[in-house]
């Protein structure tokens, strides 16, 4: 089943301007995970905060997480056109020994 | 230190034929992933493998599919008799302690399966 569901599907945006993804799930989860995957290539792990956290950055990624929502958000600042690409998150759902996978945010950045 | 590797990057097959989707994971990683994507949809996880083992396969269909990781070699995720709907892009993922651990997952190109 889909345990992640990120909004909006698509996003498209100027360089320099800054986009912000969203992430809702349905269980309590141990740790939430951001992927970033180019068109036709395979997942590249991005951020990872764990449920105890808040917040957490990485360089231009912003994340934060709301368990009492159920909902975590990626912000990108000051985007580029090589930003361009599909964001996932992905949740460790506890009890479970695998990561679920939301359908993505796809990310337009135009020069 | 390669990364996950995935051969072939893409593999014809003609309804009812076989298919062999590879994967060698990153050096020092006993954990195995197997997901499939189909057009704009994220992945759905069908199987996690540990050196000999399946740990879960309720994501994969009962029948035709089946997956292994023997000690030495890569893991094969295998489809009998493939039907036009097993077209999509296979990805294989590893870690070395795996998920339940809060750790992050390394994923191959992946290989996309083209069905006739």
């Known amino acids: 089943s889909q345990q992640g569901e990120e909004d909006p599907q698509a996003l498209s945006i100027q360089e320099g301007e800054n986009a912000t993804m969203n992430c809702s799930y349905k269980?309590?989860?141990?740790?939430l995970q951001w992927y970033r995957q180019n068109s036709g290539r395979g997942l590249v792990h991005l951020i990872l905060?764990?449920?105890?956290?808040r917040e957490k950055h990485s360089g231009r990624l912003r994340v934060t997480l709301d368990t009492s929502k159920k909902s975590s958000s990626l912000l990108i600042t000051a985007s580029r056109a090589a930003d361009t690409a599909s964001y996932f998150c992905?949740?460790?759902?506890?009890?479970?020994?695998?990561?679920?996978f939301g359908k993505g945010t796809m990310l337009l950045v135009s020069p | 230190n390669a990364g996950v590797m995935q051969n072939p990057r893409h593999l014809v097959r003609r309804r009812g034929q076989e298919a062999r989707l590879r994967c060698s994971p990153m050096?020092?990683?006993?954990?195995v992933y197997w997901y499939r994507q189909l057009p704009e949809e994220g992945l759905k996880f069908m199987v996690y493998?540990?050196?000999?083992?399946?740990?879960?396969e309720s994501g994969m269909p009962k029948e035709r599919f089946s997956a292994e990781f023997p000690k030495e070699g890569p893991s094969i995720l295998r489809i009998q008799q493939v039907v036009r709907g097993d077209s999509a892009a296979y990805f294989c993922?590893?870690?070395?302690?795996?998920?339940?651990?809060?750790?992050?997952?390394?994923f191959g190109s992946g290989t996309q399966l083209s069905v006739l």
């Open positions: 992905a949740t460790d759902d506890s009890g479970y020994s695998t990561l679920t």
């Open positions: 905060i764990r449920s105890n956290e």
């Open positions: 993922a590893s870690s070395p302690l795996g998920t339940a651990n809060n750790e992050k997952l390394f």
């Open positions: 269980t309590s989860i141990n740790n």
């Open positions: 050096k020092g990683h006993s954990h």
């Open positions: 493998l540990q050196k000999e083992n399946i740990i879960d």
